[in-house]
């Protein structure tokens, strides 16, 4: 059982921004759970009504009574955790993400994607969702299976950054992509404000690795996460723990930059957590460890590495918080 809920209402929601001086919609003590709900798009994207495609009422509300501040996502948040402070990390425990709407949408917009040139003009599709079944219905006949996460999780960025849009994945995390994140793992994010300032959206009910065409599926989501505060264990950028991996990310313009960030992350944190010589571990990501292009289309590009448990069989999952450095 969750402890606290937070909803998508206009009061508690920023759209297309983080700013390290938001005031929080919500403050917990380390440890608690939240259930936080989130829609994803603006007017544009939302089905007409004589598609039979429902809208969220609260969905409605904040299009019709908000405008977005920078381009980017409508995000609810957000929530601060008691005693954070710069140079700690937050462990945010995805403890279960449900979808909350029969639909999601996935666009195509002019300059914007991997592939422009070829695909200039804009393209939005609403696609129908069968929750019980866990699909999507495309329209040229494909029937995809579901894997709902969160595409932007992250807290606040250092106070000398300003207001900056949410689409450019960052130390502080924001838009990840990564579809790794689903329920049971944990990311940990580097705390660069005081009460860390969560916010998480950008609902996705399904994305491949790259995310190319701009968009996955996108669809509103309700999320349980909870949070745990790890006082000064420093970490240069976002790292995730799933059922069966370790997780570093990196994000640059530059897809060869990302990826080398990534790879020396993940040195970095074997070295830490298992006790191995440096060249050991680079030898070890050569064998093992996988590096995916998370996202390619958000400015600055994702690369995240993951590697196996099963390669560490010394390092027990609950017992690297942030496998810091």
Known sequence: MTDHRLEPTPENVHWGFFDATLKPALSVASGSSVTIRTVSGGADILPSDS????????????????????????LTGPVAIEGAEPGD????????VRLIQDWGWNANRPLRGSLP??????????????????????PWGTTMPLRPFFGVMGVAPPANYGRVSTIEPREYGGNIDNRELIPGTKLYLPVFVPGALFST????????????????????????????LH????????????????????????????ATRALEDMIDAMVSIAGM????????????????ITQLVDGNKGVHAMLPFDLLPQVKRDNIPGFQV
């Open 231 to 258: 006082k000064g264990r420093k970490l240069p950028r976002p790292r995730a723990v799933t059922p069966t991996h370790l997780i570093t990310m990196a994000f640059d313009p530059d897809l060869d930059d990302a």
């Open 51 to 74: 598609s039979g495609l429902a809208v969220l009422s609260e969905h409605r509300r904040i299009v019709e009574t908000l405008k977005p501040v920078l381009p980017g996502h409508i």
């Open 277 to 292: 010589a440096a060249n050991d571990a680079y030898a070890l990501c050569s064998l093992g460890c996988d590096l995916r």
């Open 117 to 138: 040139h070829r695909f200039p003009e804009q393209r939005i599709l609403q696609i129908p969702i069968n929750r019980n079944a866990m699909t999507a219905a495309c």
């Open 201 to 228: 959206g950008d609902g996705h009910a399904c994305q491949g690795d790259g995310e190319v065409n701009l968009t996955a599926l996108e669809t509103a989501l309700e999320g349980d996460f909870t949070f745990v």
């Open 89 to 96: 990390v937050l462990e945010v425990c995805i403890d279960d």
